[in-house]
């Protein structure tokens, strides 16, 4: 494989480090950094869109002690991370368990060390070689070794074999090849191709390492959360609460802070905003379950001596998923129709009429489509009368001048349950009549993971602006969450090709084509894409969002001033 050289790796998503000012400096730490250096070859510097600045608060220095309560807008639906795919598991997940490397606290543009101190890289860019850090327990006593990380990299990366479904580790390592663990204190892992996203995307929070012992003797981890990481889980009444306790013997020495973590899964919206402004709760859930736009405004007015309100990007946009093995969706005339009819400025009203114009990559990204070019294609253009006369037309020619009956799936609840009712209203008019199945998340992920619906008005989120990440999920053959079965040779071949180009700039028009041919087959429709705000308590220190709601969940480095 040649000669090996240590590396770090230089920032794959151009965050900025405006909300450094809120955190505080790291605590010593038993770890050995890997050099901070680029990235063995050219990989992409993938900007984003930067997060607003956090208000500067006191200055002083961090303190152990306290309990921090935060809000989950539902309770976790079994403790499996590997098999897990919504912000609902991490949230309180990431907290017990670690990776091999992770996304500094403060600077999100920085990869450093977790469970593994310093790794390798060859000359090839296919073999990364991570050296552990010495003397980490698991929760249970016993040691972690490379055979865990072994075993885990594996369970995620070759999930089929391992009989389970792992939409987000799995998504982010598909380009292994194969795991090695030749001694215990070291992993290798091969890929198939040199990735300029592959580093970069095993930091972004869902790689995590699980104990080979107690997934071989349980057959699963739903039902355990026993970690390396900074708490250790406590107790968990269901739909109730879940407690983490402080783990006294965590590897990196003066953290956590916190003495323990409750969260509270709070469903109803109203409620879960009534608890955080009568302080029950110190810290809001991410993603779209925490502010909407209109109540971040209340909470600046009424609460801004009390609370911080932060509005940071969101890896997050509201699309369709139709479902391609079912009629009438397997018809591209009525995807088109679909596309076409639905006007993406009036849906925005969901959302306080905040929202971007993209399409399958974030529109303020490297990767994506502009918004202002977007806003110039049929469908997403304004006025609509003539993409409502096509569509019309194109139902026509399909067979369903009168339009058809059909079953939209949909979270219950909040921003998501708008979007149904938004989606409904949006084809009723061009006769496609929409009954909304609501559910909650656990059953939404298992209608669709079985492919069992027509047409689903989905959030997801993601964990980087990242082609490699989002393409092998939503798009490729084999996506990992390529829920309505799309299967398209051109996209297969071209996510291949750019997966393994070190060229930004090739890459980018690769990238673009991929783009291209999604809207050309109406694969998935994007609706708009959105921002998230989320808020915490001033007397809670030291949290800095991340790009979308999966990257910062970890909140060992967070402290309570009183």
């Not at 230089?10 to 680029?38: I, N, Q, R």
């Not at 075993?151 to 194969?178: C, D, N, T, Y």
């Not at 009956?405 to 496609?432: C, H, N, W």
Request: glycine share 6%.
């Amino acid at each position: 494989m040649g000669k090996l050289t240590t590396i770090g790796l230089a920032a794959a998503l151009a965050l900025g480090s405006a909300l450094a000012s809120c955190a505080p400096p790291p605590a010593p730490t038993a770890k050995t950094a890997a050099p901070a250096a680029a990235a063995p070859t050219a990989a992409p510097k993938a900007a984003a869109p930067a997060p607003a600045a956090t208000p500067k608060l006191a200055a002083d220095q961090p303190r152990s002690g306290g309990i921090l309560n935060r809000a989950n807008f539902e309770d976790t639906p079994h403790l499996d991370i590997h098999q897990a795919t919504s912000v609902n598991a991490h949230l309180s997940l990431a907290n017990i368990y670690n990776g091999l490397v992770r996304l500094d606290a403060v600077d999100i543009n920085k990869v450093v060390p977790d469970l593994a101190d310093k790794w390798e890289v060859s000359t090839d860019g296919r073999t990364y070689t991570f050296y552990l850090h010495k003397d980490v327990k698991w929760h249970d006593g016993k040691p972690f070794t490379s055979d865990d990380a072994k075993f885990s990299l594996e369970r995620m990366a070759f999930w089929k074999e391992h009989k389970i479904v792992s939409p987000r580790g799995g998504q982010m390592l598909s380009p292994v090849a194969k795991v090695d663990a030749p001694d215990p204190a070291t992993v290798k892992v091969t890929i198939q191709y040199p990735s300029a996203s592959f580093f970069r995307n095993i930091a972004g929070g869902w790689v995590l390492m699980l104990p080979k012992h107690v997934v071989q003797a349980k057959g699963d981890m739903k039902k355990d959360a026993i970690g390396t990481g900074p708490f250790k889980w406590k107790e968990w009444n269901f739909g109730i609460s879940q407690e983490m306790v402080r783990n006294p013997d965590y590897f990196v020495k003066g953290l956590p802070y916190l003495d323990g973590i409750k969260v509270y899964p709070i469903k109803d919206d109203a409620t879960r905003l009534a608890a955080f402004r009568t302080g029950q709760v110190k810290m809001t859930t991410l993603g779209s379950k925490a502010f909407t736009h209109v109540e971040a405004e209340m909470i600046k007015k009424e609460m801004a001596d009390k609370a911080v309100v932060l509005t940071h990007p969101a890896a997050n946009r509201y699309l369709l998923f139709m479902n391609f093995k079912r009629k009438p969706w397997d018809d591209m005339r009525v995807r088109r129709a679909v596309d076409l009819a639905f006007d993406r400025k009036a849906a925005m009203i969901i959302n306080n009429n905040v929202g971007m114009l993209g399409a399958a990559m974030h529109p303020k990204g490297a990767w994506g489509i502009p918004e202002e070019e977007t806003a110039k294609r049929p469908g997403f253009r304004q006025p609509k009368d003539a993409d409502i006369d096509e569509a019309k037309r194109l139902m026509a020619e399909a067979s369903y001048p009168q339009g058809f009956k059909a079953r939209l799936l949909v979270r219950g609840g909040g921003a998501t349950e708008r979007q149904g009712v938004v989606t409904k209203d949006q084809l009723a008019r061009i006769g496609i009549d929409l009954t909304m199945d609501a559910k909650e998340s656990t059953a939404v992920f298992a209608n669709l993971e079985r492919h069992d619906f027509d047409i689903s008005s989905f959030n997801p989120s993601e964990v980087a602006d990242d082609p490699d990440t989002t393409f092998s999920a939503y798009y490729i053959t084999e996506g990992s969450r390529n829920y309505g079965e799309v299967s398209d040779r051109q996209i297969d071949d071209l996510f291949k090709k750019q997966a393994a180009m070190l060229d930004e700039k090739e890459r980018k028009k690769t990238v673009l084509e991929i783009q291209q041919r999604i809207l050309d087959l109406v694969i998935y429709p994007v609706i708009f894409w959105d921002v998230y705000n989320m808020g915490f308590w001033k007397e809670v220190r030291g949290y800095v969002p991340g790009f979308g709601p999966y990257t910062h969940n970890n909140l060992d480095y967070v402290w309570l001033a009183k």
